[in-house]
């Protein structure tokens, strides 16, 4: 029992140490960069044009992002959810199964807000920017 235990925590670390290894500082450095500029377009859409009821993320992505395609092709196969606290867009960015959040940004700071692959490994795919930590800082 206890060399169960002991394989299957050193199984989870292993699979946290993979997780920040297979995304490299270049790449989220590019992915990053790339949300941040996601993030301020989001948020001109939503003032400018309002998100319609029934609007999906994908959608709003693409109608945000405009002609510059380029900057979901950088994010590539993970996943973008997006949320909006006291109207100010948030965007997080995870794993493109969805289980673990890489980059999350809101559009109320002028600094990018949290590097997950980094500084969290293995983060679940869930928001953590509120009002109170972020937006009203």
Same mark, same amino acid.
């Given at each position: 029992m206890k060399n169960a235990l002991r394989l299957g925590v050193v199984l989870f670390f292993l699979g946290l140490a993979v997780q920040a290894c297979a995304y490299g500082a270049g790449d989220m450095s590019k992915k990053a960069s790339a949300l941040d500029k996601l993030t301020r377009k989001v948020d001109s859409y939503q003032a400018e044009f309002g998100v319609t009821p029934g609007m999906s993320v994908q959608d709003l992505l693409y109608a945000a992002a405009g002609q510059d395609s380029e900057l979901l092709r950088t994010?590539?196969?993970?996943? =973008?959810? =997006?949320?909006?606290?006291?109207?100010? #867009? =948030? *965007?997080?960015?995870?794993?493109?199964?969805?289980?673990? #959040? *890489?980059?999350?940004?809101? #559009?109320c700071t002028p600094r990018f807000d949290r590097q997950l692959w980094r500084d969290e490994p293995g983060a679940p795919c869930r928001f953590t920017i509120t009002r109170e930590n972020v937006c009203d800082n």
């Open positions: 994010l590539g196969k993970d996943q =973008v959810h =997006v949320t909006f606290i006291s109207g100010n #867009a =948030v *965007l997080l960015l995870c794993t493109g199964d969805g289980r673990h #959040a *890489l980059l999350e940004n809101s #559009a």
